[in-house]
């Protein structure tokens, strides 16, 4: 192998590393990593739970619970 085509790798290889950062700086900033055990706990309540966020009980509906 000569000497361009070992520039050329390395070349590429920066340029492939650079992606890579910009993806992950990307995936920081826009929040995917902020919330990491919300959804894996969300999954264990039950659907009419009032304590789940946006899952409160609408005025006027039945509000009759078996065993309360």
Known sequence: ??????LLQLG??????????IGIL???????YDDLE????R?????DDPMIPFNHLKPGANQNKIGK
Do not use: K, Y
Not at 1 to 6: A, D, K, T
């Open 12 to 21: 590429l290889t920066f340029v492939f590393i650079g992606l890579a950062a």
């Open 38 to 41: 919300g959804p894996a706990q």
């Open 26 to 32: 990307w995936a920081i900033r826009s929040g995917q």
């Open 1 to 6: 192998m000569n000497l361009s085509g070992l």
């Open 43 to 47: 999954i264990l309540m039950d659907d």
